[in-house]
C-alpha cells in the first residue's frame, strides 16, 4: 500500500506542467505563491500601461481645449486692439477668467476709456473753442456791414468797438498757443529767484486802471518778501488771469483784495473779492477748459492759471460759501531755499 501511494504521488509530479510545479526541494505552497506573484506583476504593467494611455488622453484633450480657448481669448484682446486703433473708442474686450489674460483684457479696456475720454475732450474743445470765435467774429462782421451799408457811422467809438473785438481774438489765440505748449511741456520757462509778493504787486498795479473804470477798489496787502524760483513772466500771467476774473465778477462798488504770505515752505496768494461768488458744485468745474458755468461764464484764463501754477510745482484753488458770497482764489508755490 505505501509503494502504491508512493508510485501515485510521483505520478502526480511527474503530471506537472514545466515551470509550474514545485522544484527539488520546493513544497507546493511555495509554487502556488511564485505562480499569484507573477500574475499580479502583470496585472500591474497592464493596469500601469493602461492609466498612462489614460492620462496622456486627457492630458491632451485638455491642453487642447485650454489652448484653443486662450487663442480665442487672445483673438479677442487682438481685434480689441485693431478696433481702438480704428478709432473705435467705445469697443471693449471680455474679461476671461484667467487671471493673465483678465489683466491684460482690463487694460486694453482702461486705454479705450482712456482714448473715449480725450475723444469726447477733443470734441467738445472743437465745439466750444467754435463758440468762442464765433461771437467776436459776428460782432466784427456785424460792424463792417453797418459800416458799407452805412448804417453806422465811420466814428471813433465803432472802430473801438472793431477793435476791442480784434483784442479779444487775439487773446483767445494767444491763450490757446500757450494752452497748448503747456500741455505738451514745452513752455519756454526762465527759472531764476523772485519776490512773489513783488510779482503780485507789480500785476495788480497793471490792471489798477481797470479796476477804476469799473469802478471796483483794488487792495494790496503787504508782505514779507516771498522767494521762490520760477518765471516771474508766468506767474504774473497767472495772477493776472486770478485778478481779471475777480474784477469780472465784482459788482461796481466793490473790493478785491491781493494778499501774501507764507506758510511753513510755501508762498501764497490769495485774491479776494465780495463779488458773486461760486456754488459749490462748480469749485472745480470753473478750473476746466472752456468751462460754461450758470451765471454764462465760459473761458480757460483759470485753466491756463493753473496750469501755470502747476508748472513751477504750485497749485491753485477756489473757495466761497455760494452764489453772492464772494470767492477766493489761492495760489500757493514752493519757497525757494
Do not use: W
Request: contains cysteine; hydrophobic residues 40%; glycine residues 10%.
Amino acid at each position: 500500500y505505501t509503494y502504491t501511494e508512493s508510485s501515485a504521488a510521483s505520478d502526480v509530479y511527474k503530471r506537472q506542467p514545466e515551470g509550474r510545479g514545485p522544484g527539488p526541494g520546493q513544497s507546493t505552497s511555495s509554487a502556488v505563491s511564485t505562480e499569484l506573484q507573477d500574475d499580479y506583476d502583470a496585472a500591474l504593467v497592464r493596469a500601469f500601461g493602461v492609466a498612462v494611455a489614460a492620462g496622456l488622453t486627457v492630458a491632451l484633450g485638455a491642453g487642447f481645449l485650454l489652448t484653443r480657448r486662450l487663442l480665442r481669448h487672445l483673438d479677442e484682446v487682438q481685434d480689441g486692439a485693431g478696433r481702438l486703433a480704428a478709432g473705435e473708442y467705445s469697443h471693449r474686450v471680455p474679461v476671461p477668467d484667467e487671471v493673465e489674460l483678465a489683466q491684460v483684457a482690463a487694460s486694453v479696456n482702461r486705454l479705450a476709456a482712456s482714448l473715449d475720454q480725450t475723444e469726447r475732450s477733443r470734441a467738445e474743445l472743437v465745439s466750444d473753442l467754435a463758440h468762442e470765435l464765433r461771437n467776436p467774429l459776428t460782432n466784427i462782421e456785424g460792424y463792417m456791414e453797418g459800416l458799407i451799408d452805412g448804417v453806422l457811422a465811420p466814428t471813433a467809438e465803432t472802430f473801438s468797438e472793431v477793435a476791442e473785438e480784434t483784442d479779444r481774438l487775439k487773446r483767445l489765440t494767444r491763450d490757446l498757443s500757450l494752452l497748448s505748449r503747456a500741455q505738451e511741456g514745452a513752455l519756454d520757462m526762465r527759472s531764476e529767484r523772485h519776490d512773489l509778493a513783488q510779482v503780485a504787486a507789480k500785476t495788480a498795479e497793471r490792471l489798477g486802471p481797470q479796476f477804476e473804470g469799473a469802478g471796483v477798489t483794488l487792495e494790496v496787502g503787504a508782505s514779507d518778501p516771498l522767494p521762490f524760483d520760477g518765471d516771474a513772466d508766468r506767474i504774473g500771467q497767472a495772477l493776472a488771469n486770478l485778478i481779471g476774473n475777480a474784477l469780472r465778477h465784482t459788482p461796481t462798488g466793490g473790493t478785491v483784495r491781493v494778499l501774501g504770505s507764507k506758510d511753513a515752505n510755501t508762498c501764497i496768494v490769495e485774491v479776494v473779492d465780495n463779488g458773486t461768488g461760486i456754488p459749490s458744485d462748480q469749485l472745480e468745474a470753473i478750473f476746466q477748459r472752456f468751462a460754461r458755468l450758470t451765471d454764462g461764464g465760459t473761458g480757460i484764463g483759470l485753466h491756463i492759471a493753473r496750469t501755470l501754477a502747476r508748472a513751477h510745482g504750485g497749485e491753485i484753488t477756489a473757495t466761497s460759501d455760494g452764489p453772492g458770497t464772494g470767492s477766493t482764489f489761492t495760489l500757493t508755490i514752493p519757497a525757494a531755499d
